[in-house]
């Protein structure tokens, strides 16, 4: 059963939030989640990434297709969206890190994975956001995501999407510093 829901990201400084989540291994089956796209499609968003520093990468979501056939979604994310980005880092199984490239921002993204046991613990921090909306709204959207992730893994039930974005997007909103 997952207990992802429990762990909240953290505001680790202005404009940084953090997020730890205990997942079920090999380090290598973890990487694939977060680098091939058919895998990050099922618990984030399609897209090619060039593996190499100064490497492009792309997310287009789809978040439909993360919910149950009886979800709407809100009307500010129908549709499909897309990011893009640059890989500054690349460790394989155990860092990426890219950016967001994005008129507003100049935000980066980490993944940093390492083994505990047969376990893998993956933290992601999303850094330089410029304000505390953005702030907010990644903070639920990671969240959401990552839970998502946690329940693919683990081969278990999937939980609402929406109902899950909508009910983080209140709780950061509270926890996350005027």
Do not use: C
């Not at 505390?132 to 959401?144: A, I, P, Q």
């Amino acid at each position: 059963m997952t207990t992802a829901t429990a762990d909240y990201g953290t505001i680790a400084e202005a404009g940084t939030v953090r997020f730890e989540r205990l997942l079920p291994g090999p380090i290598e089956r973890v990487w694939a989640y977060l680098t091939e796209s058919d895998k990050r499609a099922k618990w984030l968003a399609h897209g090619d990434m060039d593996l190499k520093p100064g490497g492009e990468m792309e997310y287009v979501w789809r978040n439909w297709e993360l919910a149950q056939p009886d979800e709407v979604a809100p009307e500010k994310w129908s549709g499909e969206h897309r990011m893009k980005g640059h890989i500054v880092r690349v460790e394989p199984p155990r860092l990426l890190v890219h950016t967001w490239d994005e008129e507003s921002s100049s935000a980066e993204v980490s993944f940093e994975l390492s083994e505990e046991g047969d376990k893998v613990r993956l933290v992601l921090t999303n850094r330089r956001l410029p304000n505390r909306g953005e702030v907010v709204g990644v903070s639920g959207g990671w969240h959401t995501h990552l839970d998502v992730l946690q329940e693919v893994l683990e081969g278990g039930p999937r939980s609402r999407f929406w109902d899950k974005v909508e009910r983080l997007e209140k709780e950061y909103e509270v926890r996350t510093p005027a």
